[in-house]
């Protein structure tokens, strides 16, 4: 298996754009994750997904910030519109029971 | 809710020498612990987790953690460290139905590893 798959790996982009990061999980895997990591905040979960279904967005920032997940391959976490403190390295993860495996993280940077 | 402390936030060992990684978890319940380690540029991985059982808990590349209860502690240690150890590493307290839904994790604690 070729493991979490996230793109792009790297993004630039300037405020106010909108910043679309894709994570395809490992097949079978029923849950999935965002993360974020920052030096100030370290890890932070943001939200997981159960099923494709969302079952806490509790660590989601604010309303600038939404993922979703159309199908058991695929989910999106979408910043609009972006902003310079949004500049981190986002993480998606899998897991089926008990061990996430994460990806290789897209490192945003918002100018 | 649950925290994670990692009093260690940068270690320099000698290659070949013993380590010992801290980590001091607060949670209201059994706890599920694990430690990650994340080289630069790359995703975490996994080294070992605890969830029940026996206390000390082996994991890949050589290392192990001791789960102490009494002192909420979770300490990774490993006998002697090779220059490819040289890594940032994550304690994490888990939560959920099969415990790792969400995690909290540490600060971190970066390793670097002398010659």
């Known amino acids: 298996d070729a493991g979490v798959i996230q793109s792009p790996r790297h993004e630039v982009t300037e405020m106010g754009q909108e910043v679309t990061l894709r994570c395809k999980p490992i097949s079978g895997h029923d849950y999935l994750f965002w993360y974020r990591q920052t030096m100030m905040r370290g890890l932070e979960l943001l939200i997981y997904f159960n099923n494709n279904v969302p079952i806490d967005d509790s660590g989601m920032p604010e309303d600038r910030f939404s993922a979703k997940m159309p199908n058991a391959s695929f989910s999106t976490l979408k910043i609009q519109p972006s902003e310079p403190r949004d500049s981190a390295v986002y993480f998606c993860?899998?897991?089926?029971?008990?061990?996430?495996?994460f990806g290789p993280g897209t490192r945003l940077t918002v100018l | 809710a649950q925290s994670v402390t990692q009093p260690d936030i940068h270690i320099t060992v000698s290659e070949g020498a013993s380590l010992e990684l801290r980590c001091n978890y607060s949670y209201g319940a059994t706890p599920y612990l694990f430690w990650y380690v994340q080289s630069p540029g790359q995703g975490l991985q996994l080294l070992l987790k605890y969830f029940s059982g026996d206390t000390l808990v082996q994991g890949i590349k050589g290392f192990e953690a001791e789960f102490k209860r009494s002192q909420s502690s979770f300490n990774l240690r490993k006998p002697s460290v090779h220059w490819s150890d040289a890594a940032e590493y994550f304690c994490a307290v888990g939560a959920g139905d099969f415990g790792n839904e969400k995690l909290t994790f540490g600060t971190g604690t970066r390793l670097t590893i002398i010659p």
């Open positions: 993860a899998s897991s089926f029971r008990n061990e996430q495996f």
